[in-house]
């Protein structure tokens, strides 16, 4: 069974410019969720993505962006940065359908994004 | 989803069982207890879940008061590995994608 898997690791990235983070959900799972967790801070979530549409989102601006594939990676896009945009960024899959909503959360290790 | 209060770091002996406290006295019927924890530098792992009765699994047992306003998450003989922060989270079915985060328990286990 393959985990969750984020790339890159690491990026640096300068005010103004854009940025795309990409995730693979774990073998099977069919949701993936975003989250940024700033320095000290637990994970705030961004939005969630089931069948390739946006299924809920947190209290992000709109250049906060998303897309899920038919594959069900996805990937986490942010316009305009800026500094305190500067987190780690965690994409989490699981397995929803209608008979369990249970499915418990599988996170990546993140992407550390620095903004200079 | 109910907001979650828990004390900020708590220490435990290398062996010993580790209990970690959850309020969540504003919790309603169909909201579950989940309990994650993070290791420094890796992504939030799920731990366990519950409802109205105590759990268990390999990792942990989950024990929730009679009238589910706090619970408490038992690692039964800690490790060193066991060091991480610890997230105890309400959240209805329906929204386990959409979890809310507080700042967690810092357990240390010291040897």
């Not at chain 1, 069900?72 to 500094?83: F, I, R």
């Not at chain 2, 579950?32 to 420094?40: D, G, T």
């Not at chain 2, 490790?79 to 386990?96: E, H, K, W």
Request: proline share 5%.
């Amino acid at each position: 069974e393959t985990g969750v898997t984020q790339s890159p690791t690491h990026l640096i990235k300068t005010r103004g410019q854009q940025v795309t983070l990409r995730c693979s959900s774990q073998s099977g799972h069919n949701t993936v969720s975003w989250y940024q967790q700033a320095l000290g801070q637990g994970p705030q979530f961004i939005f969630q993505y089931y069948r390739e549409e946006e299924n809920g989102r947190g209290n992000f601006p709109p250049r906060f962006s998303g897309l899920q594939f038919p594959n069900y990676s996805s990937e986490l896009n942010v316009n305009a940065l800026e500094l305190d945009d500067s987190a780690l960024y965690l994409c989490a899959s699981s397995l929803e359908s209608r008979a369990d909503h249970n499915s418990p959360l599988h996170f990546g290790n993140g992407t550390r994004l620095t903004v200079t | 989803d109910a907001k979650t209060t828990q004390p900020p770091s708590m220490d435990c002996a290398e062996g010993r069982a580790a209990n970690l406290p959850c309020n969540h006295s504003t919790i309603s019927g169909n909201e579950y207890v989940y309990w994650y924890r993070q290791i420094h530098s890796q992504g939030p792992q799920y731990i366990i879940h519950g409802l109205k009765n105590n759990e268990t699994n390999e990792m942990a047992s989950l024990i929730i008061t009679e009238d589910r306003k706090s619970s408490t998450l038992i690692l039964p003989h800690a490790t060193l590995r066991d060091t991480a922060v610890y997230y105890c989270i309400v959240s209805r079915s329906s929204n386990t994608g959409k979890l809310i985060f507080g700042q967690g328990t810092t357990l240390q286990v010291k040897p």
